[in-house]
Nanobody
Framework: QVHLVESGGGLVQAGGSLRLSCAAS????????MGWFRQSPGKEREFVAA????????NYADSVKGRFTISRDNAKNTVYLQMNSLKPEDTAVYYC?????????????????WGQGTQVTVSS
């Protein structure tokens, strides 16, 4: 069993920055990939970013490339999402997800545990 707790969401103006954190417990954190997803009202949950177990491989959705950075601190059992140059269309609930293996999953089914989410609202 894995427990994920997101934090760092909030209200920010367009062009601003936020850093999300996800603290994990329950399994050796450093042996699994991690990801971030988001969901806005009326839309399906979508992939944002992912990182492998060592932190030396990352993937990003095209919509956030160059603006968001995923990172992890295995000593602190925490994964981060630094979000810069935020846009109103980034408004969503952001979810942390735990991968089933060390490598970045290719589909959403490759994640086996999810956090409760943290709201990010970007005003124009």
């Amino acid at each position: 069993q894995v427990h994920l707790v997101e934090s760092g969401g909030g209200l920010v103006q367009a062009g601003g920055s936020l850093r999300l954190s996800c603290a994990a417990s329950g399994r050796p954190f450093g042996t699994y990939a991690m990801g971030w997803f988001r969901q806005s009202p009326g839309k399906e949950r979508e992939f944002v970013a992912a990182i492998n177990w060592r932190g030396d491989s990352t993937n990003y959705a095209d919509s956030v490339k160059g603006r968001f950075t995923i990172s992890r601190d295995n000593a602190k059992n925490t994964v981060y999402l630094q979000m810069n140059s935020l846009k109103p269309e980034d408004t969503a609930v952001y979810y942390c997800a735990h991968g089933e293996t060390r490598v970045i999953p290719t589909t959403r089914r490759g994640y086996d545990y999810w956090g409760q989410g943290t709201q990010v609202t970007v005003s124009s």
